[in-house]
């Protein structure tokens, strides 16, 4: 407490009070009696509010870390559960189980798992176990390298268990890494079988090449398999690129001579080699029309790599930054060993292209870049072509046949420009550190619970690994292993083993009050900031059993103010008399804490010296408010407690919506799937029906056939065995796959029935590059107004229509339609004007102009045949109805130069 009183004024007091004859105490409870309740008034409504404040913050943080360690337990098993069905998916991918194991699996999947304390299961052993999974988490460079010798041990046989075996380690040790810190253990350690592997690899073009070693293992998983800003990092960058494959899948990218000849149609080759067969490679490449074909195959295959290697220059910043730090690593350290520029670009792109992009190329479903759109023959043909050609570009490793040349050279420009950009993007981080550090009060885990899930058959993994490596008597883990029992833990229970890491918080940990305090005292009392630096008299002991009164009293009084509400009369009463109307009602409401108080409060104020009183009511009120400020910084650190726990919560939930995510991708792939493998049992069906459908003349007959055929295939589904056990939003979700999968394996019939729609289409999107393309948003048929030409030429717009024919059905494009509409509706809008149709649709044909996506009319007439309920219905139908308007109106905009209307 900062009160003084001086000594002098307290002597005076005194000999004031002894030469009237009146006693101290009778004298103070004189003076008590008549001091207002006025001046506590205001003291009273902010001891009021602190108290209440305070009450509320401790409950809220209360409730905080019982949030915190609920959310904390639901991510532990959402992330099991997501590691399960990701590894599910990519046994089966690569062909490491079959469907009836994975649909089998699959099913078994929802409540697989039970978790149990540690303690239940392994009983005595448990200290000896925690204690080594505290050593291996703590110690990441030692774990690193006994994971690096058993491998090496090991490599070559029994590639299953060491699969299970470094899993244990990323997604159980680390929980999916899915919190900072753990990915900071979890870099370590790549770095650590980085630095391991590099130092046995003496060729240059060797680094990172094998794909058994460990740390080849363990970055493929860390990075796709299971890493959500990994695979964020994967649709940012390749979304745009395979979206264009699948728009132009009607070219064909295998560029081999004696291939293409084979696609040729009879005309075709009878245009180009006069109807002789040819089966030379040569006299095929000297054809001009045959190499005029090549160079178009060679231009887009080239184009096509650029624009995956432009995508992943544009979502740089979206990569991961523990890979970047690795990479900047990996970088440094063969630079260091004297390597060149062109050996470094070729060891990263050993790592990054080999085995984290070029995969995603070729299959992208299972990273979430095409979750429920299907992709035709040709462009999964396709994409595996460009995967390999990025390989290619990366080793520089091109063929050298002589009509290869003009396909080289394009992909040597890539493999010097584009590629080392990429590179040198990619290590551009700042320092140098030696582990993967974040920005200071960007992450917080107050009241986390610190756990970790691991089962029996994975502990056992861990500690066949340790015992198996051959510790010598010094290492880390030495003294912890030979406390382990022989024969391992019991694997009959296959529960999760919740093992604490000893580090809980709960709301025990929260300091009190006088903590708090005295921590910030002690701070000050160095000269600190608060801290009085001015002179000031000592203190008599007389004095200092005075401040020792006012203090207990200021005590007393604070309990009681904070707890009371002050009558409405209270202007008609002295303080004291308040407090006494208080005391009754409390005695009356049996309220016996309070009643407590003030009984000791009043007690206590009948008990205070004059020289106390000598001023009135100034020395009481005066300590009440250098008490009430003296406590801000325990508010304060109420306050800021809770935002930390508010912080962490924020974390864990952000990292829950991750892990959902990548399961809701397996369950979408997995349907997929399921979907895909009906179809393939009736492809005789499917084939007579296709026979059928392309003789059918009229559109409205295609539309009634194919609508039969699709009922008829949703009452096999509704009865298939495959969905026995599906819910009603799965098996709807299975029909719309199912139907987007057939209408792409028919989609040429259905979208082109006649070959003069496909001419007209040519020759209107001609007309529009040629003859349209000069037209600004100031021309005399748009007039956009200026304020709505502030984000011209709408690229988000734009984009949504050009990728219209990526998709095949009727559906996804109307989805693009009303992409584009909306997203100009909503620039119009940001105008901070009202916008209505006539603002909007000279925006639309403005942006249809400029995209000048293919096959605009066969588009919309592919749509109004086939697109169901959605055309002519809701929001779609209107915005639909805009994008025909805007097509009809260009066909009828007056192209003419003014020397042609002269003519």
């Known amino acids: 407490l900062t009160v003084r009183v001086e000594p002098a004024t307290l002597d005076h007091t005194h000999r004031q009070s002894s030469s009237t004859g009146e006693s101290p105490r009778r004298r103070a409870v004189v003076e008590m009696a008549h001091i207002p309740a006025e001046p506590f008034v205001a003291l009273q409504a902010l001891l009021r509010k602190e108290r209440l404040f305070v009450t509320a913050e401790r409950q809220a943080i209360r409730d905080l870390y019982i949030e915190i360690n609920e959310l904390t337990e639901e991510l532990l098993a959402a992330s099991r559960q997501c590691r399960r069905a990701h590894w599910d998916m990519h046994l089966f991918n690569h062909q490491k189980i079959q469907w009836p194991e994975w649909e089998m699996r699959t099913k078994l999947a929802d409540g697989e798992f039970t978790f149990v304390d540690a303690q239940m299961v392994l009983e005595q052993h448990t200290e000896a176990y925690e204690a080594v999974i505290r050593a291996v988490k703590s110690e990441p460079v030692d774990l690193a390298g006994c994971l690096y010798k058993y491998v090496k041990e090991q490599s070559g046989s029994q590639d299953q268990k060491l699969d299970e075996l470094l899993r244990t380690i ?69 979304k745009g690129p395979i979206l264009s494959v699948m728009a132009s899948d009607d070219i064909d990218l295998e560029f081999e001579p004696l291939l293409v000849y084979k696609r040729l149609t009879e005309e075709q080759q009878k245009a180009m080699f006069g109807g002789a067969h040819v089966t030379d490679v040569a006299e095929m490449t000297r054809n001009p029309k045959f190499a005029e074909l090549l160079n178009q195959i060679f231009g887009r295959l080239a184009g096509l790599c650029g624009e995956v290697l432009e995508g992943m220059n544009r979502s740089i910043q979206t990569l991961p930054f523990s890979l970047r730090w690795i990479a900047k690593k990996i970088a440094n350290a063969l630079a260091a060993a004297g390597r060149s520029q062109s050996d470094i670009w070729i060891a990263l792109g050993n790592v990054f292209l080999l085995r984290y992009i070029a995969p995603s190329v070729t299959n992208p479903e299972p990273t979430g870049i095409l979750v429920d759109t299907p992709i035709s023959t040709i462009a999964r043909r396709n994409l595996g072509i460009i995967s390999r050609t990025l390989r290619d570009i990366n080793r520089g490793n091109f063929p050298r046949e002589d009509y290869l040349a003009p396909l080289v050279q394009q992909l040597q420009r890539l493999r010097d420009v584009e590629l080392p950009k990429f590179f040198t993007k990619m290590i551009a981080i700042e320092g140098d550190t030696d582990s993967v550090c974040y920005a200071p009060f960007t992450v917080n885990h107050r009241g986390r619970r610190r756990v970790v899930g691991i089962t029996t058959s994975e502990i056992f993994a861990l500690q066949e690994m340790l015992q198996s490596v051959g510790l010598p008597d010094d290492h880390t883990f030495a003294g912890v292993v030979q406390q382990l029992p022989e024969g391992g833990p019991n694997l009959e229970d296959q529960s999760v083993l919740v093992v604490s890491l000893g580090t809980e918080q709960t709301i025990g940990g929260l300091m009190s009050e006088k903590d708090v305090l005295k921590y910030v005292q002690k701070q000050n009392s160095s000269g600190g900031p608060g801290a009085d630096s001015g002179a000031a008299a000592a203190p008599t002991d007389e004095d200092h059993g005075q401040l020792s009164v006012i203090a207990d009293a200021v005590q007393k009084l604070r309990a009681c103010l904070s707890g009371v509400s002050f009558p409405l009369q209270w202007r008609h009463l002295s303080f004291v008399e308040v407090l006494e109307a208080q005391h009754n009602e409390a005695s009356a409401l049996g309220q016996q804490h309070l009643d407590a108080a003030l009984t000791a409060c009043l007690r206590r104020l009948r008990q205070l010296p004059p020289a106390v009183l000598a001023d009135g009511a100034a020395t009481l009120t005066a300590a009440l408010k250098d008490d009430y400020l003296s406590r801000q910084p325990y508010v304060s650190y109420l306050v800021s407690t809770k935002e930390s726990l508010n912080v962490t919560k924020g974390i864990l939930q952000k990292q829950l919506d991750y892990v959902q995510y990548s399961s809701l991708v397996c369950i979408k792939f997995f349907n997929a799937s399921r979907v895909r493998r009906f179809l393939e049992q009736r492809m005789a069906a499917v084939t007579a029906f296709v026979k059928d459908f392309r003789e059918i003349e009229m559109l409205d007959e295609k539309g009634q056939s194919l609508e039969e055929f699709l009922a008829h295939m949703y009452e096999e589904m509704a009865s298939d065995s495959i969905w026995a056990q599906a819910s009603p939003e799965e098996l709807e979700e299975s029909r719309v796959l199912m139907e987007k999968r057939f209408l792409t394996h028919i989609y040429r019939y259905v979208f082109f029935p006649h070959e003069l729609s496909q001419m007209n289409d040519k020759l209107f999107h001609d007309h529009i590059a040629e003859r349209l393309s000069h037209i600004t948003a100031d021309h005399e048929c748009l007039q956009i107004r200026k304020e709505s030409q502030g984000e011209m030429p709408w690229p988000s717009a734009q984009k949504a229509l050009q990728r219209m024919n990526a998709f095949k059905t009727p559906a996804d494009k109307l989805d693009c339609i009303v992409e584009c509409c909306t997203t100009l509706m909503e620039v119009l809008q940001l105008s901070g004007k009202s916008a209505g149709a006539d603002d909007f649709f000279p925006l639309l044909v403005f942006v249809i102009l400029k995209a000048n996506p293919p096959n605009l009319m066969a588009t919309i007439q592919y749509v109004n045949f086939f697109g169901g309920s959605a055309v002519n219905s809701g929001e779609c139908s209107y915005w639909f109805a805009q994008f025909q308007t805007a097509v009809t109106f260009i066909q009828s905009i007056d192209d003419r130069t003014e020397a042609e209307k002269d003519d």
């Open 170 to 238: 990323l997604f159980s040790l680390h929980g999916n890494f899915f919190l900072p810190e753990e990915e900071q253990w979890v870099t370590t350690i790549m770095w650590e079988l980085v630095r391991l592997q590099m130092s046995e690899v003496t060729e240059p073009s060797g680094y990172f090449l094998r794909s058994s070693t460990c740390f080849t293992r363990f970055f493929m998983l860390y990075s796709k398999e299971f890493s959500f800003q990994g695979s964020l990092f994967l649709q940012s960058a390749l």
